[in-house]
């Protein structure tokens, strides 16, 4: 069974940073991809950036410049660098990871407070 466990939210003020990081475990077939969804409260879940292993990243237009994806593909990791946190980037984080059999998986989520 595959597992996502997600760390490194936190409660932060506009304009500060954090890392978050995602490690899947269990048995992985071939995985086609890792990335980051988010859910603020009353919203849908967006897609916030997506690492393929071999492709273009994809971030979302209001994450451009300031999030950054990034894989360690010995580890199954995933990490999602987030500068000048905005109030609206609180969210719930969650990690995903698709495989080339297109079964998807996800963690249970961090929480993301950018208050003053």
């Known amino acids: 069974q595959v597992q996502l466990v997600e760390s490194g939210g936190d409660l932060v003020q506009p304009g500060g940073s954090l890392r978050l990081a995602c490690t899947a475990s269990g048995i992985i077939p071939g995985i086609y991809s890792m990335g980051w969804y988010r859910q603020a409260p009353g919203n849908e879940s967006e897609l916030v950036a997506v690492?393929?292993?071999?492709?273009?990243?994809k971030y979302a237009n209001s994450v451009q410049g300031r999030f950054s994806v990034s894989r360690d593909f010995v580890k199954t990791a995933v990490y999602l660098q987030i500068n000048n946190l905005k109030p609206e980037d609180t969210a719930i984080y969650y990690c995903?990871?698709?495989?080339?059999?297109?079964?998807?998986?996800w963690g249970s989520g961090t929480q993301v407070t950018v208050s003053a």
């Open positions: 690492r393929p292993t071999v492709g273009t990243i």
């Open positions: 995903y990871l698709k495989t080339y059999s297109s079964d998807e998986y």
